[in-house]
């Protein structure tokens, strides 16, 4: 099961830098000038996790596999892009295929770095992109709307459903409010999901700021801090310039530079769990001497749905979950003694999957 979230923003904000620095690799080209980034590059990160050194160390594990996510790094948009300037289409036809968006937003001044409105405002920047989306979710409603209305005029039950959640997202967008404003009822969750709409993804403002402001933030920073917390969205700051350094540090080097620039851990650690958190995941460990493993499943997920992200025939096949909480696991340090404390439960086909439980499934064959 793969997860990917979108790298998005105006050009020259510092997405592909970032990206870059996020995959620790150079596949995405870096420079000073608009559309540098056409076709998306896209790469596999391990979500940092604690947890697993601790679940590892009392079962002896040979082997740690941490879950992974994917990160998109998308061209950038400008504006009338909804009308196929710049590279519109290719953005849209790409934003469409992610789970969540991390927006990049230039939270910082320097002369050397064109930006293409010829001034820096992350705010006026964040609704230039998002009335763009705003924009291309309108049009493709609109002409989903007048078929399903047509359809819904003859008692068709399928086209009465979909008006049901395609009018109230098409009245937010009207409204200037994109589609995840909706009041849209969570018996109606899973049909206003296949609508595929950009502005229903959920969104992450990442402020890139200079070196300086990497602990702090600014203004800029702030400014974007205020439309978040208004709009019920999350806001980081990162320094995109110094991420790359980090990454071209050895690991062992890495902690002490972040200390002397008063930094307790990575931008990038927060973006890739902001992005996980982003998607609504819950994390689930498997743990044994041969290696301790994290998956993920989306919250609510049932534990043959989670059986099944490891093999299908143990999805097929359920029977029952030997369920040990995290912190009884690690209290008890480990099965044996969680069995002997009666903290081990056995689960069955309805029991709703909790983040840091550590599963054992039986299955038949």
């Not at 998956?295 to 025939?313: E, M």
Request: charge should be negative.
């Amino acid at each position: 099961m793969g997860f990917k979230c979108g790298i998005v923003g105006l050009p020259n904000v510092g997405k592909s830098t970032l990206f870059n620095a996020l995959t620790q690799t150079a596949a995405a080209e870096a420079a000073n000038y608009p559309f540098c980034t056409i076709e998306p590059n896209v790469g596999d990160v391990p979500v940092p996790d604690p947890r697993l050194d601790a679940l590892a160390a009392i079962a002896k594990s040979a082997k740690i596999i941490p879950t992974r996510l994917s990160f998109v790094d998308i061209a950038g948009l400008v504006r009338g892009a909804s009308k196929g300037e710049g590279l519109g289409n290719q953005f849209l036809s790409h934003i469409r295929q992610v789970d969540a968006i991390i927006h990049v937003l230039r939270c910082f001044e320097d002369p050397n770095v064109t930006h293409v409105d010829g001034k820096i405002d992350p705010v006026a920047d964040a609704e230039t992109v998002e009335t763009e989306l705003m924009l291309s979710d309108m049009e493709s409603l609109d002409r989903r709307v007048d078929t399903a209305r047509k359809k819904a005029a003859v008692k068709d039950k399928d086209a009465m459903a979909q008006l049901a959640v395609m009018e109230p997202a098409l009245e937010a967008l009207r409204e200037g409010r994109p589609a995840r404003t909706a009041a849209i009822p969570d018996d109606l969750r899973p049909l206003f999901d296949a609508l595929g709409l950009i502005t229903a993804k959920p969104v992450l403002y990442v402020c890139n700021v200079a070196e300086a402001d990497a602990a702090t933030g600014n203004a800029f920073s702030n400014a974007v801090a205020a439309k978040a917390k208004a709009e019920n969205a999350g806001a980081i700051v990162v320094s995109a310039a110094i991420e790359a350094e980090v990454a071209s540090l050895p690991k062992e080097e890495r902690g002490e530079f972040l200390e002397t620039i008063g930094l307790k851990e990575t931008g990038l650690a927060r973006v890739i769990t902001a992005g996980y958190g982003l998607l609504d995941l819950v994390t689930f460990f498997t743990v044994g001497p041969k290696e301790t493993r994290a998956w993920t499943v989306p919250r609510g997920a049932r534990a043959p749905q989670a059986a099944g992200v490891i093999h299908t025939d143990f999805e097929k096949g359920f029977i029952r979950s030997e369920t040990i909480g995290y912190d009884d696991y690690t209290a008890c340090n480990g099965e044996t003694g969680a069995k002997d404390a009666g903290k081990m439960r056995l689960e069955g086909k309805e029991y709703v999957v909790r983040d840091g439980d550590v599963l054992h499934f039986r299955f038949a064959n």
